[in-house]
């Protein structure tokens, strides 16, 4: 992914590269080697997205206040639309059932598994 193209998806996001986004971003690159090159920045920011959303959020803990609850959604909907727009139709389901066991734990009162492992297991998916 080009640094113009990085820029223009982190836009309004800027600040939570520093709060942990770089580093789960990094840690993404390493589980995305398997998709075409031009693919793999894009995955790994996805899921580095979705991850900090949902860290945003608070789920399965107290609830944020609104202004984290809004940056949570827009990771989590950035991080969608970039799955939408590049990643196969199984990882993209593999991802919403992720996000979906971790709420119902969370509603659940359960302790969900790590996000990073279940979002590393969803880039592994395949149709």
């Known amino acids: 992914m080009g640094v113009q193209l990085l820029d223009r998806e982190l836009d309004r996001l800027e600040g939570l590269w520093s709060d942990g986004l770089s580093d789960a971003y990094r840690d993404y690159l390493d589980a995305v080697q398997h998709f075409e090159p031009d693919l ?6 996805a899921a580095a997205l979705i991850e900090l959303g949902i860290r945003l959020q608070g789920l399965g803990g107290r609830a944020a206040p609104p202004t984290t609850l809004l940056m949570g959604d827009l990771c989590l909907a950035r991080g969608s639309r970039i ?5 196969p139709l199984a990882v993209q ?11 119902t734990a ?6 969900a598994p790590p996000v990073r492992d279940l979002l590393r297991l969803s880039l592994g998916a395949q149709g």
């Open 93 to 103: 389901v593999a991802f919403a059932r992720a996000v979906e066991s971790m709420s």
């Open 106 to 111: 969370a509603a659940s009162e359960q302790p």
């Open 83 to 87: 799955l939408a727009d590049n990643a």
């Open 40 to 45: 793999q920045a894009r995955l790994a920011l």
